[in-house]
């Protein structure tokens, strides 16, 4: 048996007894597999631009079907795909066709709940270049993206309709999957009504609604994005929602219920406790404040919110933040933390009323 020389590192696979050489090999190995995981990313935003899923959708195909089907160049599709079936989003059976598996189908984007546009969205050059960058947040604090791109990273998204549909349309994508259920996992008042700040195109608002039938809903963001809302496409939500265009800096509309899903994550505290302070002081008697964010769990199990505060760090001035941090935040900002629920997304109700 050696002795542990010291350099001994934690998690490295066959870490114990062993020669420490060996033990060094595979964790070496496992760190150089680990950095070449930005690659299966990069695939995977690849496959969602020239849109393969879809083809495949209609059937397997082999490389050079799927090649002119989406005008690529056939020898570095396969390559792609062959990377993308080593974590089961496609399969290649024995004549060198390939098929769209089961958990590839939210590539797709004709389907429900496709991820197409939130891949593009969280793949996209302002995540991906101030991520390269990550280094100088560490070295300097703050984030990359005002250097990269000239202006902050909302300003950057107002700057033309193509350059806004990516991240609102992205977000969207994402949300889509998880409104229903938080709708469903909070216990609405029966009467009132909410609004959501920073709401978006309205996909957690329609389902708010659609579930409590006697609530009416304001749908506040800035005007370009308010341009792209759904409100209207529902019609047993007809009558009970009205659109409210401004800056939740400067102020938000009066209600029962405000939510705030995936806003205090873009922005640092005392921006935060600045929207939150007119939350507070727009609240009708009785009312509550609803954060619909991550709570970054303790330890060390994996969690998106580990990773997506990542992007907050180069990209925006927030972070995910855990039970404490939002306990200081909400005393900071002149509310109280009543309780946290959980709910089967990744996001958790942090409701919240006045101190
Ligand atoms: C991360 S997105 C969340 C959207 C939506 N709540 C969701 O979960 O899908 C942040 C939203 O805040 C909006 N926003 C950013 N700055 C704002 C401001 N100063 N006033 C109002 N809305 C703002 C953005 O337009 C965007 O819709």
Redesign the pocket.
Known sequence: MHQNDGRQPGNAPGNGDGDPDERYRRSNALLVDEVLGFLFAAALRAAAEVGVADHLAKGPGTPADLAAATGTDARNLYRLLRLLATRGLVAEDESGRFALTEAGQALRSDVPYSARAAILMLSDRTFWLPAGELTRCLTEGGSAFDEIFGMPF?DH?ARDARTAAV??DG??A??DAENAILAAGYDFPSTGTVV??????G??LLEVLRRNPALSGVL???PH?LAGHRLGTAPEVEGRWSLTE?????AVPPGDVH?????T??WDDDQCATVLGHCRRALHPGGRVLI?DAVVPRGNAPHQSKALDLLMMVSLTGRERTEEDFAELLAKSGLRLSRIIPTPTVLSVVEAVPA
């Open positions: 909302f998204f991240f609102h977000m969207a994402m949300s959501d700040i920073g709401g978006g195109h996909g957690l506040y963001d800035r994005v401004g800056d939740f800096f400067e939510l705030l899903k995936r806003i994550h873009d619909l």
